[in-house]
T-cell receptor, first 114, second 115 residues
Framework: AQSVTQPDIHITVSEGASLELRCNYSYGATPYLFWYVQSPGQGLQLLLKYFSGDTLVQGIKGFEAEFKRSQSSFNLRKPSVHWSDAAEYFCAVVPLAAGNKLTFGGGTRVLVKP | EPEVTQTPSHQVTQMGQEVILRCVPISNHLYFYWYRQILGQKVEFLVSFYNNEISEKSEIFDDQFSVERPDGSNFTLKIRSTKLEDSAMYFC?????????????FGPGTRLLVL
């Protein structure tokens, strides 16, 4: 079945440490890939997206993500987290030629320790 | 930078009452969406709207839901007879038309509580 999986429900990281959030998808063809962030009480903000081309994409707030076709993954990374990065992060996809709705993963909640 | 806006930010209603959630998409966008997020659960697609008609809807979007673009700027979601399980955060999103323009921009959400 077509799906988006974020294996980690919660991640706790120390301020200044690196962060990697995992995302795997299960679709016949590579879909359009997105990462959104939801800060407490806020809406969904786009961090970055991948449609084609360079498999390492840069986003806002110092985030980057790497698309790996062989692993059906689109993992999000940040070299050094700040306390303000505490939020919930959602991986989402738009499948090719299958409508244009976003299908979201379950989200990963990131806690940042001082 | 243009933003999607939503009103109200919070709404409390009694079960069985009608609610209308309002959204103002980004002005040159042509595709509009509603999603919802029940507390602690995934963000789920409800409906997409283009050219004044529904282009796709999920099985959640049953007869008690409707959408409308009553004028050139607003996009509304109506729930005719609310149920307890409709309590959720409702997000509006919009995107521009065109190849490679699949990015959807979200509003801040309306938190609906049905009592």
């Amino acid at each position: 079945a077509q799906s988006v999986t974020q294996p980690d429900i919660h991640i706790t990281v120390s301020e200044g440490a690196s962060l990697e959030l995992r995302c795997n998808y299960s679709y016949g063809a590579t879909p359009y890939l997105f990462w959104y962030v939801q800060s407490p009480g806020q809406g969904l903000q786009l961090l970055l997206k991948y449609f084609s081309g360079d498999t390492l994409v840069q986003g806002i707030k110092g985030f980057e993500a790497e698309f790996k076709r062989s692993q059906s993954s689109f993992n999000l990374r940040k070299p050094s987290v700040h306390w303000s990065d505490a939020a919930e992060y959602f991986c989402a996809v738009v499948p090719l030629a299958a409508g244009n709705k976003l299908t979201f993963g379950g989200g990963t909640r990131v806690l940042v320790k001082p | 930078e243009p933003e999607v806006t939503q009103t109200p930010s919070h709404q409390v209603t009694q079960m069985g009452q009608e609610v209308i959630l309002r959204c103002v998409p980004i002005s040159n966008h042509l595709y509009f969406y509603w999603y919802r997020q029940i507390l602690g659960q995934k963000v789920e697609f409800l409906v997409s709207f283009y050219n004044n008609e529904i282009s796709e809807k999920s099985e959640i979007f049953d007869d008690q839901f409707s959408v409308e673009r009553p004028d050139g700027s607003n996009f509304t979601l109506k729930i005719r007879s609310t149920k307890l399980e409709d309590s959720a955060m409702y997000f509006c999103a919009s995107r521009i038309r065109g190849w490679g323009q699949e990015t959807q921009y979200f509003g801040p959400g309306t938190r609906l509580l049905v009592l």
